[in-house]
């Protein structure tokens, strides 16, 4: 079993920055990958990015790629989001889920789930 906590979520400019932790507890934590997912109201839950358990890759959607960075610290059991350039369509509430398989895009790879952060991005 795996539990999932997020926080740092909140309200931000637009051009400005939010950074996000998923504090997990679990024995196996090390053992699956990680990744992020957002959902806006109206809206399928959709992949942001995802870090292989050793930690060796990374993978991210296209609207994110060059503004976000997935890291983790197996020691701490967390996982982390940092999100730069922040713009009003970033605005949803961020999830993070564990994954023991590697298809790190698609909710059905996630195993566990946390409750979720919410993130705003005024213009």
């Known amino acids: 079993q795996v539990q999932l906590v997020e926080s740092g979520g909140g309200l931000v400019q637009a051009g400005g920055s939010l950074r996000l932790s998923c504090a997990a507890s679990?024995?196996?934590?090390?053992?699956?990958?990680m990744g992020w997912f957002r959902q806006a109201p109206g809206n399928e839950r959709e992949f942001v990015a995802a870090?292989?358990?050793?930690?060796?890759?990374?993978y991210y959607a296209d609207s994110v790629k060059g503004r976000f960075t997935i890291s983790r610290d197996v020691a701490k059991n967390t996982v982390y989001l940092q999100m730069n350039s922040l713009k009003p369509e970033d605005t949803a509430v961020y999830y993070c889920?564990?994954?023991?398989?590697?298809?790190?895009?698609?909710?059905?790879?996630?195993?566990?789930w946390g409750q979720g952060t919410q993130v705003t991005v005024s213009s």
């Open positions: 889920a564990a994954a023991a398989r590697s298809d790190y895009a698609r909710v059905w790879a996630y195993d566990y």
């Open positions: 679990g024995r196996t934590f090390w053992a699956y990958g």
């Open positions: 870090i292989s358990w050793s930690a060796g890759s990374r």
